[in-house]
């Protein structure tokens, strides 16, 4: 009995419920619309076929705010993927409102 609920667990943890969307490789990026937070998130542009942005004012300092804009325009389809800082994706997605839907995947 123990054997087996341990292999339950580990098949569990190991095995995840969710599908990811979006970009799986660089050719996929580089055919992507990609969500940054203003045009001063402009770096990314080498890197995707075109930008939408959280905000059209570079100024904006509210985060969470960009950070809310950004997921609804990828869950509208508006965008293909969101690119912004590790620490502001990780900081976004598991703030403890965002880790059901979002999942950070690095390069």
Known sequence: VTAAYT??????????????????????????TVC?????????????SKLVYASEVIETDD?????????????????????DTEVALTSFIFDGRNCEDLHLVSN
């Open 7 to 32: 292999a339950n667990l580990a098949a569990f943890f190991t095995n995840p419920d969710y599908l990811i969307h979006g970009p799986k490789d660089l050719a996929e990026l580089r055919a992507s």
């Open 36 to 48: 940054v937070r203003n045009p001063g998130w402009n770096r990314a542009l080498p890197f995707v």
């Open 63 to 83: 985060m969470n705010l960009l950070a809310e804009k950004c997921k609804q325009k990828l869950q509208s389809g508006e965008a293909d993927a969101w690119m």
